[in-house]
């Protein structure tokens, strides 16, 4: 699977995951989700790419783990190692 399709997918799950946060900045949180995301696009350096990954998936965990969801039991499948 190409790079930018997971990286969409990584987009899609937390935009859903913070769908779900409890709280009463949520729409907040989903405008700053959507904003780095889209500050990013762009980026071409290997390393900053990955380095922006990662924070992305420390972020959807931390969601999950305020709104209850886990991936683990869910049909989601997001990966964002190389090719193998």
């Known amino acids: 699977m ?3 399709v997971q990286i969409l997918m990584l987009y899609r799950h937390i935009l859903r ?7 009463i900045k949520r729409e907040q949180v989903l405008a700053e989700i959507k904003q780095e995301f889209h500050k990013n696009k762009d980026l071409t350096d290997p390393g900053r790419v990955e380095k922006e ?3 992305a998936l420390r972020s959807l ?4 783990a ?5 991936r683990k039991e869910s049909d989601w499948d997001v990966s964002l190692r190389g090719p193998i």
């Open 17 to 23: 995951a913070a769908q779900r946060f409890p709280s």
């Open 53 to 55: 990954i990662q924070l």
């Open 61 to 64: 965990e931390q969601l999950e």
């Open 2 to 4: 190409a790079r930018s």
């Open 66 to 70: 305020y709104t209850g969801i886990n």
